[in-house]
Every structure is written in structure tokens, then in C-alpha cells.
């Protein structure tokens, strides 16, 4: 069922959801918006094309305490559960479609992922249709668009001077039904499928330019093209692209001990890093840069698609794109597998 | 009217291809397109078929000599293109005995100035088709619109008080030497005004900064005065500074490496040009620079040079008595 907010009934929702847990929102600090956690609805900032930090950060976080354990002669552990309830505000449809990717890794075979479960079950995700697509942006070339859903308990679309909304979940329902009770109106169905088509169709310049069909399988005969030599070489080995992107997920587990008491915890790791794959023998099967960019290329335009059946490991959201301080960028990687020069 | 970088591509894709087929070089680091034309991205060429790709506009700001380090290991030369501050950053690496002057070939490049592509690719211009040098000013044209902007506001930060136009290491030059003066003198009132705040504000300032930090070490890896063999911060054992993200251990990442760059600082910039998070980190450099020329009254610590004011233990003349 489609339903309209207006925008203060929306700050007034959020500002009631502060008070008993967590939200997250993109919000500016010194010229940067992020997702971040802010106390109200006054601190969110909603004109920007996209955050420079994902939902990532608040569903599998780049650092996360697992277990304390205690070694005084007999062994006990306790388990840290992320209890806390969360809200993220303002997702866009990239964020959105992200979280159903990094589910099929973490929540989708044998074993999931406890942390990552209980986070995804105590979040309640409310995304935010783009109303201006960056010139970074490039989410159609893998079938999504401005209007795209995913994984939103909620999706918003603003809609003149208020915000069309429709819940998809449960926890969204319960949302509207509950603490938004009051503060949505029915809307018009037809013409909020309207303003959703409208949406859906919105136009992406830089989607158009990045044709991905296909590549998946062009990749399978490319591991060893002289291509990865050529591109690595302007690669800085920094964790850019990694960190700010919403499907990277590989991580490192760290114990740490003292005095018999100790934690461990998993934090990021970055297949750019030169120690990313280092083992305890100082061995390293991704030894130059060489190795590492092909890694994560291949990753995501290979080795995702053949294990979870057909979707790739980025969403456009042209984080990469943006952030690259040298321009080695997966849109470009794309661009030049099929043919079309983008780098040199 | 003066020359600008566009004016010396065809020059420099012939040097190149010349230097790469004669043998001279084998491998060239220059600018290629980027993302978009205001971005212009490091390329390192190493066949003359891929000369053509290299490209030259008032946007190559990227400090390319750092990627020096990923051939020390290899026979024969690599060839590189320096601006002024550039050939001071390749001047860092010489000095620290990090790379040798005669497994680089230079090819200079005299600037007046690199303007600032982020403040540029907001005015909507499109995609940029040519830009002229009209002295006080550059005027930009795009396929949707063009601007004349003054140097004073659209060049970046150091290139207004960038006393060193000219490469001052190279082995061929493109086009004559510019005049070498700053457009306005160096400037520390942003740091003076950020040293009488009080200690509460200050503290919340950095607070902020440090902890949007995302750890990814691009501040680093750009710089040409980090070229430790090995990071203190890649050492897994004994771990020095922990992989959690937290303010305690971004603090640590932060103020040791500007500690450990202090006085051999370029002030290129790069640190905080490349930061994806934004943080002001040359404003770190910047006040320990200040304190320098105060207090050791070397007036240009920038500038790499065999004596450093920290790299030196002269007891007979330290004020400190306990010294």
C-alpha cells in the first residue's frame, strides 16, 4: 500500500526513533556527508547525491568486537552479541541493493554469519529514491535504478513537498503501523506508481556509458591477460575503493591477549593492502599489486556471479569511481575488458 | 599569454616514444585520462604503443615520484614528468637515499600554477575542451559552458605560494622556465588561529577529524616522505599500532606518521588532496613547518636537504641544558 509523509511528520518520526536506538543518517561534518550516527532528525542532511560511506559500516562494521575470553587455567568465553536496535536513514538504492548482496555471502549457505544476522534482524533500513544521480553514479548498468527497493524495509520517494513511502517488510509495516502511526497518509495508488515509474526510468548518464553484459564470462578466459599488468602499475595500494565500498567484505580476525584475559575481533582487510593474503611464513600468493587488483576485479565480476548465480559484486554506486585517488576504477576496468579504452 | 601543460603533450608523447624505443627508458610514469577531464589519472606506459594515451592538461596535479619506489629494485632507468614541487618530492626520495638520481630520467615541466579540478568540476562547464592561460586567470571551456576563473581562487592552495615554478631536477625540459614567484606569501594564520583556540576546541576539532578517518592509507601511500622499506603500521608482529577503528589507534596512525614527516615534508599536499574522508592533514604539516622556522630558523623546511633540522644531534649547541 502506498502512503505520503510530509516532510516534518518524517523528522518527527525519525526524532521518535532516536530515542530507542540507533540512528543512522548522512549527515555533513567539515564538507563531508557520510552515514553516520546522529542524535535527531536536525543533524541529517537531505540533499546529497550519495553518502561517501555505506551502509556497510553499520551491518558488517569495520571493526567488530566477537568475544572476550578468559584463559586462568580453564578457558571461558563470552559471546558479544550486537544487540542494539538500529535505523538508517536515507539509504539510496545502490546501499539498498548492496545489503542483498553481502546476504548471500554472509547469510546464504551452510553456516551465516551471527553478527551480521543479528545486525540485519535489530536494522530497520529506510531508503531514500535519487532524485539526482551523480555523474559517478552508474546503477542501471547492473538493472538497478534511482527508484530501486532492495533490501528497504521502507522506501521513500520524494514526491514536490512530500515524500511518497511504501512499506516491504514486516519491520516496516510495523514501522508505519506503530511509531509512524498517525504520520502517514493513504496515497493516490495510481499516481504513486507514477511517481515511482518516474523514478525507476530516471535518467543515469554514466549507467549508459558502462556495459557489463557479458563480462562475467570474458573474465573466465582473462586471469592471466597482460591487461592486469598494465592497469596495476598505477595502483597505490591503498584501501579506497575497498573501504567505501558497500559490497567489499573480506576481513581479518585478531586476537588479543593480555594478562590472561583477551578479545577478538574481525576488522576490514583490503585485497589492495601488500599484507592482505600474507601468511604467518611470510608467504604471500598475491605478491605484487599485480595480483591484488586482479583479485578484486575478478572478485567481482567473476567470482561472485559464478558462485551465487548471476548478479555482480558492485552496485554502481560509484563510490570507487569517485574516490580513486588514481583513477582505477571498476566502471573503467568494465569499460576496458569490453573493448572500450578508459585507461592507459 | 603564457603556455600552458596541453601545449606540451605532443612534445612530451615524442620524447616518450623516442626515450622508451632507444632504449633510454623502460617504462615512463606520466598522466592519462581519468574518470572524467577534470581528472586527469597517474598512467606508467612501458610499449610506445601506449605514448598516445599520455596526455598532459592544467589538471595533472598528481605527485607521480612515489611510484619511483616500486622500481628500485629493477635494472635500467624509469622516466617521470616533475613540476616544480614534484621534482621537490623526487628531491625527498634522492636524499633519503631512497631512489638514485641515475636510475630516473626527468623530464621537466615548468608550472605557473595546477588548477583545483574539485572547485571546477562544480561549476556544471561540462566536459572540459580547452583551457587558456590569461594571466591573472585561466579561461575554462566546456561543452556546456566556459568561465574565466581568477588563479587567485581556482588554483591549488600550494600553487599560490609555490616558490619553486621550475623542476629543479630534470634531464630535459618542456618549454622555457616560468617566472618563478609566489602569488602570495606563505601563510600560517589558519594554524595561528587554530593555536589560540582553547585547548577544549582544539581537541573537539581533531576528535572529529581523526574519527571519520577510515584507515585506508592513502595519506601514506602518496607521500614522498613515507618510504620507510616497511611501515611500522604493515608490521603484524609485534603490532604497533592495533587494526581496530578507533579514535585511540587513528590518533596514533595520524600524529606518528606527521611526526615522523616533520621536517621532511615536501608540502605537497598530496596527504590531504587524496584523503577520501577529507581531513585537513596538512594543517599537521603546516604547524610543525611553522615551528621549525621558529624555532631551528630554517626558513624553507621544505626543502630536502642531506642536513635535517631533525635528522641532527649537534650537543654542544642544544639550548636544553639537560641535553
Redesign the interface.
Known amino acids: 500500500m502506498l502512503m505520503t509523509i510530509a516532510p516534518d511528520n518524517l523528522k518527527n518520526l525519525l526524532d521518535k526513533l532516536a530515542r530507542d536506538r540507533l540512528l543512522v543518517a548522512p549527515s555533513m561534518?567539515?564538507?563531508?556527508t557520510?552515514l553516520k550516527p546522529v542524535h535527531s532528525a536536525a543533524e541529517i542532511a537531505f540533499d546529497y547525491s550519495n553518502t561517501?560511506?555505506s551502509i556497510k559500516d553499520f551491518l558488517f562494521p569495520?571493526?567488530e568486537d566477537l568475544l572476550r575470553f578468559v584463559t586462568d587455567g580453564t578457558l571461558s568465553i563470552e559471546e558479544i552479541k550486537p544487540e542494539r536496535a538500529q535505523v538508517a536513514f536515507g539509504l539510496r538504492p545502490c546501499d539498498l541493493a548492496s545489503v542483498a548482496l553481502m546476504d548471500k555471502v554472509l547469510l546464504g549457505g551452510e553456516f551465516s554469519d551471527a553478527h551480521y544476522q543479528t545486525r540485519r534482524n535489530n536494522t530497520l533500513l529506510i531508503g531514500l529514491a535519487c532524485e539526482n544521480p551523480a555523474?559517478?553514479c552508474f546503477c542501471t548498468t547492473y538493472g538497478y535504478n534511482p527508484g530501486w527497493a532492495g533490501a528497504a524495509d521502507v522506501m521513500l520517494y520524494k514526491d514536490g513537498d512530500k515524500y511518497l513511502a511504501e512499506a516491504l517488510t514486516d519491520k516496516g509495516r510495523e514501522l508505519v503501523g506503530g511509531p509512524g502511526e498517525g504520520l502517514f497518509k493513504p496515497a493516490d495508488e495510481a499516481a504513486g506508481e507514477a511517481v515511482k515509474k518516474a523514478y525507476a526510468e530516471k535518467d543515469v548518464p554514466f549507467g549508459k556509458e558502462v556495459d557489463v553484459q557479458g563480462i562475467d564470462k570474458i573474465l573466465d578466459g582473462f586471469f592471466y591477460d597482460q591487461y592486469w599488468d598494465?592497469i596495476s602499475?598505477?595502483c597505490?595500494?591503498?584501501?579506497?575503493c575497498t573501504?567505501?565500498c558497500p559490497t567489499c567484505h573480506c576481513f581479518?580476525l585478531?586476537d588479543?591477549a593480555r594478562g590472561g584475559q583477551g578479545l577478538r575481533?574481525r576488522?576490514w582487510d583490503?585485497c589492495m593492502?601488500?599484507?592482505y593474503t600474507?601468511m604467518a611464513s611470510g608467504a604471500n600468493p598475491r605478491p605484487t599489486?599485480k595480483e591484488r587488483v586482479r583479485q578484486r576485479f575478478m572478485h567481482k565480476l567473476n567470482y561472485y556471479p559464478n558462485r551465487y548465480g548471476g548478479s555482480y559484486l558492485c552496485t554502481g554506486c560509484g563510490r570507487c569511481?569517485?574516490?580513486c585517488?588514481?583513477?582505477?576504477?571498476i566502471?573503467?576496468v568494465i569499460k576496458d575488458v569490453k573493448g572500450v579504452?578508459?585507461?592507459? | 599569454m603564457s603556455a600552458i601543460f596541453t601545449d606540451h603533450q605532443a612534445a612530451l608523447r615524442d620524447e616518450v616514444r623516442k626515450l622508451l624505443t632507444d632504449g633510454t627508458i623502460k617504462?615512463f610514469i606520466g598522466y592519462?585520462?581519468?574518470?572524467?577531464s577534470y581528472?586527469?589519472?597517474?598512467?606508467?606506459?612501458?610499449r610506445p604503443d601506449?605514448v598516445d594515451?599520455?596526455i598532459l592538461d592544467q589538471f595533472c596535479i598528481?605527485g607521480l615520484t612515489?611510484?619511483l619506489l616500486?622500481y628500485i629494485f629493477e635494472d635500467g632507468k624509469m622516466g617521470i614528468v616533475a613540476k616544480g614541487c614534484d621534482s621537490l618530492a623526487l628531491q625527498r626520495l634522492i636524499t633519503d637515499h631512497r631512489v638514485s638520481r641515475d636510475k630516473v630520467h626527468v623530464i621537466g615541466l615548468p608550472c605557473a600554477g595546477v588548477i583545483n579540478a574539485e572547485k571546477v568540476a562544480q561549476l556544471g562547464l561540462g566536459n572540459v575542451q580547452k583551457v587558456t592561460d590569461k594571466g591573472a586567470s585561466f579561461l575554462v571551456e566546456g561543452d556546456k559552458g566556459s568561465r574565466e576563473l581568477a588563479k587567485t581562487e581556482y588554483l591549488w592552495d600550494k600553487c599560490l605560494w609555490c616558490e619553486h615554478h621550475n623542476p629543479a631536477v630534470a634531464d630535459s625540459k618542456l618549454g622555457p622556465e616560468v617566472e618563478n614567484v609566489a602569488m602570495k606569501p606563505r601563510d600560517y594564520s589558519d594554524i595561528e588561529a587554530m593555536e589560540n583556540l582553547p585547548p577544549a576546541e582544539k581537541a573537539a576539532y581533531w576528535t572529529?577529524?581523526f574519527s571519520?578517518c577510515?584507515?585506508?592509507?592513502?595519506c601514506?601511500?602518496?607521500c614522498p616522505a613515507c618510504n620507510c622499506r616497511e611501515c611500522v603500521f604493515?608490521i603484524?608482529d609485534p603490532r604497533w599500532v592495533?587494526?581496530?577503528?578507533?579514535l585511540s589507534e587513528q590518533q596514533m596512525f595520524h600524529f606518528t606518521r606527521a611526526w615522523h614527516v616533520a621536517g621532511r615534508c615536501v608540502d605537497c599536499g598530496e596527504c590531504e588532496r587524496?584523503c577520501?574522508?577529507?581531513l585537513?592533514l596538512m594543517k599537521l604539516q603546516h604547524k610543525l613547518q611553522k615551528d621549525i622556522v621558529k624555532l631551528f630558523g630554517n626558513p624553507k623546511p621544505f626543502e630536502p636537504s642531506e642536513v635535517e633540522v631533525l635528522g641532527q644531534f649537534r650537543a654542544t649547541e642544544d639550548p636544553e641544558e639537560f641535553m
Do not use: W
Request: aromatic share 6%; charged share 25%; glycine share 10%.
Open positions: 561534518e567539515d564538507g563531508v557520510r561517501a560511506t569495520q571493526s555523474d559517478t598494465d602499475k598505477k597505490i595500494g591503498c584501501g579506497t573501504y567505501v581479518l585478531t588479543e575481533f576488522c583490503s593492502f601488500a599484507n600474507k599489486k569511481v569517485a574516490m585517488p588514481v583513477g582505477l576504477h566502471a573503467g579504452k578508459a585507461h592507459a | 617504462g592519462a585520462r581519468g574518470r572524467d581528472h586527469p589519472a597517474p598512467a606508467i606506459v612501458t601506449q594515451g599520455l598528481f612515489k611510484y616500486d572529529r577529524q571519520r577510515i584507515r585506508c592509507y592513502a601514506r601511500n602518496v604493515d603484524a592495533g587494526n581496530t577503528v578507533k587524496v577520501p574522508m577529507e585537513p
